[in-house]
């Protein structure tokens, strides 16, 4: 879907509860082309996501489009709760302006080799304008306890020149990682690069689990990797972001 208005009409009408839902296992789906003709402008209703991923889809490129914003990428639009809600594998979201009431990008349960790159999260196209809500900039975490899954090796950020995202102006943490089910795996691989995260309500990035309490982790680290990294290079363990029509390259399980 290339230069769409999605969940919001000429009027400015709210009628979709999901902008855009991707569902049934589909594979290689993509929403926007990286240009400004191919943007779309994704919002929903408060009882849904802008963006949702199901389960089982793959390789999904969600590329340059307003988010939960106006058409002038600078204002809050819609009700949703969520930008971006992630229960998928291998998603590419790059280049996006994305707001929301309460998290930008919820990644959950069984979500392996997400990469989150250049992106604006909660602030505006111009680079400055709150579009942030409530609670995160990119929210790690399970629901409950399904199969037993905590998402992993998933990026947020990266090595190279504009990988980076800004995160910003949220009520909650810039990036947090949540684990509340004992019987939950614990997280792993799960790192963060060449962010700007500022101007949130509580700490830079927070990582906490039921068994183990871990604190902030330095920006530039890599997150959780047990046993603690250092002993093992960061840069073997981010996964090349798919291209176009591709679902990009894992790296090793550990």
């Known amino acids: 879907t290339d230069g769409s208005g999605v969940g919001d009409d000429a009027v400015g009408l709210l009628a979709n509860r999901w902008g855009a839902y991707i569902a049934n296992h589909a594979v290689t789906t993509r929403l926007g082309d990286g240009s400004i003709a191919g943007r779309n402008l994704i919002v929903a209703r408060a009882d849904g996501e802008s963006v949702r991923m199901g389960n089982g889809v793959n390789g999904t490129h969600v590329n340059n489009n307003l988010?939960?914003?106006d058409r002038s990428g600078n204002h809050p639009r819609g009700n949703a709760p969520i930008g971006i809600k992630v229960q998928a594998s291998q998603t590419a979201i790059t280049g996006n302006?994305?707001?929301a009431q309460e998290t930008g990008i919820d990644i959950v349960n069984e979500s392996d080799w997400n990469a989150i790159t250049s992106n604006l999260i909660g602030v505006g196209a111009d680079g400055s304008s709150p579009i942030a809500g409530s609670g995160h900039g990119v929210h790690i975490r399970n629901i409950g306890n399904v199969n037993g899954a905590f998402p992993r090796?998933?990026?947020?950020g990266g090595l190279g020149a504009g990988q980076g995202n800004?995160?910003?102006h949220w009520g909650g943490n810039g990036i947090r990682v949540h684990r509340d089910i004992q019987f939950v795996a614990q997280p792993q691989a799960n790192h963060w690069r060449g962010n700007s995260i500022h101007s949130n309500g509580a700490r830079l990035i927070t990582a906490?689990?039921?068994?183990?309490?871990?604190?902030?982790?330095?920006?530039?680290?890599?997150g959780f990797i047990p046993p603690p990294c250092g002993a093992r290079t960061t840069a073997a363990r981010w996964w090349s972001p798919p291209s176009a029509g591709t679902t990009g390259t894992r790296p090793?399980?550990?």
Do not use: K, L
């Open 208 to 222: 906490t689990t039921t068994s183990i309490a871990f604190t902030e982790n330095d920006q530039s680290g890599c």
């Open 153 to 156: 090796y998933n990026g947020v």
């Open 97 to 99: 302006v994305i707001g």
């Open 67 to 69: 988010i939960g914003t």
């Open 252 to 254: 090793p399980r550990r």
């Open 166 to 168: 800004t995160i910003a």
